[in-house]
């Protein structure tokens, strides 16, 4: 294996792009269906740098440790870099989501990844935590440091709770 890491492809690069982009408006849109394109707006570069970023650490684990990692952990580590790089941002003033539209479109994201495990797995309904739970997940992100291992340390848990374990640990 070679020790230099062997960037994603910008094909690879575009399709994972454009499936957030997807992903995202699917997202505003149901949470405040009144808002228009011109409202909403995404930064390609950061968005891009977000996923080499999560692509350069699959590389990681993949020579210094030896294994892939599972998309659960992927998820984790692509939710930590859209609150870091925040690509997102939502221009109505009025909006409910305009303070923390990254942070919770990560976990919007990372729980997308779980309910398609827990489909994937049969392990029935995916288990709603407390809205209490979600705002206090949203300030952590918001307000707080978090590492990449704190991250998906949090992702296990949340998975956890719905049957979901990781194939790979750190």
Not at 47 to 56: F, G, N, Q, S, W
Not at 73 to 102: D, H, M, Q, Y
């Amino acid at each position: 294996m070679s020790t230099k890491y062997e960037q994603i492809s910008k094909e690879n690069v575009l399709e994972a792009t454009n499936k957030l982009r997807t992903q995202f408006e699917r997202f505003i849109y149901r949470h405040e269906p009144e808002l228009t394109g011109t409202e909403i707006d995404v930064n390609f570069k950061n968005l891009t740098e977000a996923i080499v970023r999560t692509d350069k650490r699959k590389e990681y684990y993949r020579y210094f440790h030896s294994m892939n990692i599972s998309e659960l952990k992927e998820a984790a580590l692509l939710g930590f870099w859209i609150i870091k790089l925040k690509p997102f941002t939502v221009l109505k003033e009025e909006s409910t989501l305009r303070t923390t539209v990254n942070e919770e479109f990560a976990l919007h994201h990372i729980y997308c990844m779980i309910a398609h495990l827990v489909q994937k797995k049969n392990l029935g309904e995916v288990k709603q935590p407390s809205q209490n739970f979600l705002k206090d997940v949203i300030y952590t992100f918001q307000y707080r440091d978090l590492s990449k291992e704190s991250m998906i340390l949090l992702v296990a848990s949340i998975a956890e709770t719905n049957g979901i374990v990781f194939e790979d640990r750190l």
